[in-house]
């Protein structure tokens, strides 16, 4: 075996991506250093009990911290026990994350249910009223859609593709749309029953909409003056609820910890369950290594290189490098794999203790970059004892830190966040910076 096939078989096992069905085996439960917060035990209950009726979730958690693969947990759950569920796992990739609402997010619910029924259970949905609804936007379409044959899985991808692919065609769309938006729900509620009937035929007991990644939508202001994560979850509730499913949204986790917390956690079925970060450092002001965290994320890696066919000998210069790069992850399971990769295109294999030094610098001058002077008093208090208190006026920085991961929030012993890594490795441009 040369060392390029080496380099190349760990550099697969390592991708950042969600653990598929077929990767079972390189799961590693999490529970007990993310502070037992079994996120899709809460979420699974509540479909269960909820005997039928319509339930409304969503599920919090940083970018990194293994909310996809969690879904997929879920998905299979639910579709494997004694009453199971049709599952559909919608990503919002497939819209515009920079600009997304929700009539993109209804007709990417419609479209893709549509497809994973075609495609999973042999069934066809009848297009019925979308296609007449949706017909007043041909003229604005660069796309060819017979409007006299509609098809739902493959005429919506269309309009979606158009709407992801023309900020001034998804403007145009939206506008049609908008004071349609009731009529709309109504027609998807009317796929979404037929679904429910063949599936029942099909010894089915309803559906599950998994919507993922809307926790990575980017967060600016909207037109109306509040954040577009706030204009989504808050005021558009009533439709995000209004689906006759089972329907789970991810959320950033800087919406489940902002002054609409409590609004939140009545429009979508109680507590906000989140996905934390593994805790592999101790809490502030302590300071080392978590034994037990270090231990999870070292069995994540030693999973991998069993799939690749090696061992940590010949992957990492010896167990100190290993036990560093799991600490500069900060507990994040996609920033490890992502790590790992970056150290392979830096430098190939073993992984040496000068090339994590070369991710350090460039980390932090990812971090540098983005930090402004009114971050830095938040920064340098959860440098203090992991505890900051916000307030109305530092909220919206505090929510930014929380959104680029420059703070980590855990659950272990209580919440309290930590500095990425990459941050607490940088000097304060001002020390007499004032505490708010």
């Keep these: ?16 991506g969600p ?39 969503v599920l919090a958690g940083h970018n990194g911290s293994g909310k996809s693969t969690e879904l997929f947990r879920l998905k299979r759950q639910l579709e494997t026990n ?35 029924l075609k495609e999973d259970a042999g069934i066809t949905l009848a297009p019925g009223y979308f296609g007449k609804r949706l017909e007043r936007l041909k003229e604005i379409l660069t796309s060819e859609i017979n409007f006299n044959s509609f098809e739902l899985a493959s005429d919506l991808g269309k309009i ?36 429910v009937a063949k599936l029942n035929k099909k010894g089915k007991k309803g559906i599950v909409i998994l919507m993922d990644d809307l926790d990575k939508m980017v967060v600016r202001q909207h037109s109306t003056g509040c954040g577009t994560d706030e204009y989504l979850f808050v005021n558009r509730a009533a439709q ?22 409590s609004m939140i956690s009545s429009n979508y079925g109680g507590d906000v369950p989140v996905v934390p970060m593994t805790k592999v450092a101790k809490r502030p ?26 061992t940590k000998d010949e992957v990492f210069e010896n167990d100190d490098v290993r036990n560093e790069l799991i600490s500069l992850s900060g507990g994040q399971p996609t920033e490890l794999m992502t790590l790992v990769r970056e150290a392979i295109i830096t430098d190939d294999l073993p992984i040496t ?15 540098a970059r983005q930090l402004r002077a009114d971050h830095w008093p938040i920064i340098n208090q959860i440098r203090k004892d992991g ?16 959104n680029s991961r420059a703070i980590l929030q855990y659950v272990n012993d209580g919440i309290w966040y930590g500095l990425n890594p990459m941050v607490a490795k940088l000097t304060p441009p001002d020390k007499d910076i004032a505490l708010p």
């Design 240 to 261: 995000l609820t209004a689906f006759r499913c089972h329907v789970v949204y991810t959320i950033p986790i800087s919406l489940a910890y902002s002054h609409h917390e």
């Design 19 to 57: 653990l598929s069905s077929d990767q079972e085996d390189l799961y590693v439960d999490l529970a007990a250093v993310r502070g037992d917060m079994d996120a899709v035990r809460r979420l699974a209950k509540r479909i269960r009990y909820a005997e039928g009726a319509p339930t409304c979730q």
């Design 82 to 116: 004694d009453s199971p569920l049709f599952v559909v796992y919608v990503t919002a990739k497939k819209g515009d994350l920079n600009d997304i609402d929700f009539p993109d997010l209804l007709i990417l619910l419609v479209q893709q249910m549509a497809a994973q």
């Design 160 to 195: 979606g593709g158009e709407i992801k692919g023309s900020p001034n065609a998804r403007s145009r769309i939206r506008e049609l749309l908008e004071p349609d938006t009731g009529n709309l729900l109504n027609a998807a509620n009317d796929v979404i029953g037929e679904a």
């Design 353 to 367: 203790k000068e090339t994590l030094k070369r991710a350090v610098v460039e980390g932090c001058r990812e971090y």
């Design 285 to 310: 002001p302590e300071s080392g290594p978590d034994e037990s965290g270090m231990g999870k994320f070292a069995e994540i890696i030693e999973l991998r290189l069993k799939k690749a066919q090696t």
């Design 1 to 16: 075996m040369s060392d390029a096939d080496l380099t190349q078989r760990v550099y697969r096992e390592f991708g950042p």
């Design 387 to 402: 505890n900051y208190i916000r307030t109305s006026q530092t909220e919206p920085v505090f929510r930014e830190l929380l």
